[in-house]
């Protein structure tokens, strides 16, 4: 199983940035990878996936604000937000799971988690 670590998650103001790192130990080029969030009193939100071989997807509150992208020579995940808003405040988790042939990586049910790193953004 692929063991996650998050950093990155800070408190910033309305506008700003932060980047979201995710390393991984273990194999990942056949993996799909994720950024979930879970605001406090929320149910948890796929925010954006990533993948070798299938197109990256956003939710569509963050479109055009937030990149997933993936160094492999890191072998670490990162999500850069940009033009932050008080209501990307959550935990935010890294996931990542076995890609299935055929399958977008979206709505795929996550099995390797990292421990949550916070974001809190003030207006």
């Known amino acids: 199983q692929v063991q996650l670590v998050e950093s990155g998650g800070g408190s910033v103001q309305a506008g700003e940035s932060l980047r979201l790192s995710c390393e991984a130990s273990g194999y990942t080029a056949a993996y799909c990878m994720a950024w979930f969030r879970q605001a406090s009193g929320k149910e948890r939100e796929e925010v954006a996936t990533f993948s070798d071989l299938t197109p990256t997807t956003y939710t569509d509150s963050v479109k055009g604000r937030f990149t997933i992208s993936k160094d492999v020579t890191k072998n670490t995940l990162y999500l850069q937000m940009n033009s932050l808003k008080p209501e990307d405040t959550a935990m935010y988790y890294c996931?990542?799971?076995?890609?299935?042939?055929?399958?977008?990586?979206?709505?795929?049910?996550?099995?390797?988690w990292g421990q949550g790193t916070q974001v809190t953004v003030s207006s």
């Open positions: 996931a990542a799971e076995r890609r299935r042939p055929f399958m977008p990586c979206t709505g795929l049910e996550y099995n390797s």
